[in-house]
């Protein structure tokens, strides 16, 4: 049985601490995309470049699929953050890379059912990206201090690839970072 993330306050509001954003920790829900000695990489163009290697499992050929690269704007939300819908995509992995300098929160719970003793919040920073694991339930993108972009690769093609579920007011879940 998995460890419950989620807490009661004095007054019985449900929340969840964000927790620092480490490759160990998320490997049920996909891949952390970030430049760090544990990862394979080596010198290429002339030694003028080192290329950090197969950094994440882009998976989206269900249905005739195709990787497809999008800019993702995210507008902060208003804090406190309430975690307020779920979403997943059953047919393709997905990918977010921040392009600035702002911090972001991760969002996520295991495949299957929705359970939502079993979200993990994480706090990114803006040198580590993600990759959703196909299936796995995650949050849309939690853009911190201001708007951010986010590179996208995900999947193009046919069929309905986004499952989403909102949370009706007693099962929204504050996040504490």
């Known amino acids: 049985m998995q460890h419950c993330y989620i807490n009661e306050d004095d007054k ?3 929340f969840i601490e964000a927790v620092p954003l480490v490759a ?3 490997t049920e829900f996909g891949d952390v995309i970030e430049c760090v000695d544990s990862v ?3 010198e290429i163009n002339q030694g003028f470049t080192t290329r ?3 950094l ?3 998976d989206v050929t269900d249905n005739d699929g195709k990787a497809i690269i999008n800019i993702f704007r995210s507008t902060p939300l208003a804090l406190p953050i309430q975690i307020g819908m779920m979403e997943r995509h059953p047919k393709g992995s997905q990918a977010f890379i921040p392009m600035g300098t702002n911090p972001y929160l991760v969002v996520v719970a295991p495949k299957g059912d929705l359970d939502l003793t079993k979200i993990r919040v994480f706090l990114a920073t803006a040198e580590q990206g993600v990759n959703y694991h196909k299936g796995t339930w995650h949050h849309f993108c939690l853009a911190l201090n201001e708007q ?3 590179l996208v690769v ?3 093609g046919k069929g309905d690839n986004c499952d989403e579920i909102a949370l009706i007011d007693e099962q929204k879940i504050t996040i504490r970072f």
Do not use: T, W
């Open 12 to 14: 019985g509001k449900k």
């Open 24 to 26: 160990a920790e998320f």
């Open 40 to 42: 394979k990489s080596f």
């Open 52 to 54: 950090y290697h197969n």
């Open 56 to 58: 994440a499992d882009v």
């Open 148 to 150: 951010s972009d986010f």
């Open 154 to 156: 995900d999947r193009g």
